[in-house]
């Protein structure tokens, strides 16, 4: 059972334990094998995905554990006494644990304000430089601090510009960005976007607003927020951790239509995508595009904006195919050869625009 | 990388400790996580263990494997926990929860067959606990079978076998993939 061996080396190789003489039986046996090449391939590439949490982003949970403890350095530093003995675990009912509630959980209430007023007078770490205004090309997303110390995350295409006034923090947005809203004690956040506003209650949030798309969503992840539409400001729609919202611009059937102006909303809970366990909408952030039964027109949008070409249909059945798929680090050329293997078409490179075709037509 | 941070730590610099903070907070708080089943705690569990390296920095030197000295310190904060909040002590590793930890096979991999993925994602689900977190200390927080055994006060060649039959069960179940 030379798989049995094969595995057996395997799990020596990943501990660090295999000796040489070992490691390279293994490699001989799987030359001599390549029938088992396929699952010691899918082996080697399992990973275990970060905590299944609110925080989809492991840098913001390490970036509010830190701020605790920076502050605790700080005290110390300043002659407080604060008792830390490897032993001493405080008792989190205390008022304490009031304190440094994180607020990326959105924690609404007096344990959210505590944490804020402490925070009022410390200089706001920043993790990159302060730019008020900021735009981003086609291609990577691009991370930037506000000058409020929130984060955001600005997807391909996308631009995006700051501005405070009196009350509030303001945010423009064209195309796609993530935020992760670093409270203000006394100030609102709000981000603008294709005629909705989205403001924040502490939280974090995407929203996604291309222009010519005739759709602008927004979706929560963790906290609370307040969505309004331009069409309609006497309407607020406050959104839970993982709902929707979705603003169409094309006249749709939908629960509630505001039937003057054509255009209708619909609120519907996301879930995770299975295969990347956690939800479509946020996968670019981790310089993934990710998509589940999706038309190919709509997954060719998203591809134009990540690889910044022109994709351009011969066919309407192909535009009609529903593709489920992940990239992540890729060139055009591979993700096409990618979605070749799913359904068989033809592409073609006409300059900077690539054709897509198919041989046959299906008769409906 | 992490010698030239615990000489920096070592030598009273804040910044460097900030940066091995950075690198190794967010392993070892998955770590507590799986004891004490709680966001607030595990982060408050890591991060005085982190304090109280801070403060005992004048003896890193003393310290041989930096590695499994931190994990043993949450690993032991962790079990004080609980045993100050009368909640129920892990006896053996079966006992330590992995269902936080969800392992994958690299989606790039997978792009295209979704029955493929289905099939995977099954087959890793169907891994005892013990084997998750095995798998997880080895295969992404880097530690070795050595490394693993100090932390969780088991033999060598426990550690070997779990991982051995972790991968055993995952190819006999992914074997149903007829590529």
Not at chain 1, 302 to 328: C, I, P, Q
Request: aromatic share 8%; proline share 4%; hydrophobic share 40%.
């Amino acid at each position: 059972m030379n798989l049995d061996r094969i595995l057996e080396l395997l799990a020596k190789q990943m501990g660090g334990e295999a000796s040489e003489a070992e490691q390279a039986e293994l490699a001989e046996l799987l030359k001599e094998h390549p029938n088992h090449g396929e699952i010691v391939f899918i082996l080697q590439s399992i990973e275990a995905k970060k905590l299944k949490q609110p925080a989809h982003n492991e840098e913001l949970v390490v970036r509010d554990a830190w701020d605790k403890v920076e502050k605790r350095l700080d005290e110390q530093s300043a002659g407080e006494s604060t008792a830390v003995s490897s032993g001493l675990i405080r008792n989190l009912s205390g008022r304490k644990a009031l304190r440094w509630a994180a607020v990326w959980i959105g924690l609404i209430g007096l344990s959210t304000m505590g944490y804020f007023e402490l925070t009022k007078n410390r200089p706001i770490e920043t993790l990159a430089s302060v730019p008020v205004q900021e735009a981003v090309a086609a291609g990577k997303p691009r991370r930037v601090t506000l000058p409020d110390g929130s984060l955001v995350w600005i997807n391909a295409g996308s631009k995006m510009r700051y501005s405070e006034d009196q009350t509030t923090n303001n945010v423009y947005l064209e195309g796609e960005a993530f935020f992760n809203v670093r409270h203000n004690a006394g100030r609102a956040f709000v981000v603008h976007a294709g005629g909705i506003a989205v403001k924040a209650l502490g939280t974090e949030f995407n929203v996604q607003a291309y222009p010519g798309e005739g759709r602008v969503e927004a979706t929560l992840l963790s906290g609370k927020v307040q969505v309004t539409m331009e069409a309609k400001p006497d309407q607020q729609i406050i959104l839970a951790p993982d709902e929707k919202f979705t603003l169409n611009d094309k006249p749709q059937p939908a629960k509630d239509a505001a039937a003057s102006s054509g255009m209708s909303y619909e609120v519907k809970p996301v879930k995770e995508m299975p295969a990347l366990q956690e939800m479509g909408e946020v996968a670019w952030m981790q310089d993934r595009l990710a998509f589940e039964d999706e038309p190919f027109e709509e997954i060719a949008k998203k591809m134009e904006r990540r690889y910044d070409v022109h994709l351009v249909f011969e066919n309407e059945a192909l535009k009609k195919e529903t593709l489920s798929g992940v990239f992540k680090n890729e060139d055009i050329g591979k993700a096409l050869r990618l979605l070749q293997m799913i359904t068989p078409f033809q592409y073609k490179i006409k300059g900077d625009s690539i054709l897509l075709w198919t041989q046959h037509v299906t008769a409906n | 990388m992490i010698d030239v941070l615990l000489q920096k730590i070592r030598a009273g610099d804040q910044q460097g400790f900030k940066e091995f903070y950075h690198c190794t907070f967010f392993k070892l708080y998955q770590f507590a996580f799986s004891y004490v089943h709680t966001k607030e705690p595990a982060e408050e569990i890591v991060n005085d263990v982190f304090l109280a390296l801070w403060q005992k920095r004048a003896e890193l030197h003393r310290i041989d494997n930096i590695n499994v000295y931190l994990y043993v310190c949450v690993k032991n904060a962790c079990l004080n926990y609980l045993r100050r909040n009368a909640l129920p002590v892990p006896v053996s590793v079966d006992e330590l929860s992995a269902d936080h930890l969800q392992l994958v096979a690299d989606p790039e991999l997978l792009v295209l067959q979704k029955e493929t993925q289905r099939i995977v994602r099954e087959a890793i689900e169907q891994l005892p606990a013990r084997c998750r977190l095995i798998f997880k200390l080895i295969k992404e927080d880097g530690l070795t079978y050595k490394e693993v055994a100090a932390i969780l006060d088991i033999s060598v060649k426990t550690v070997d076998n779990q991982l051995w039959l972790g991968l055993k069960k995952l190819a006999l179940l992914l074997q149903e993939i007829h590529v």
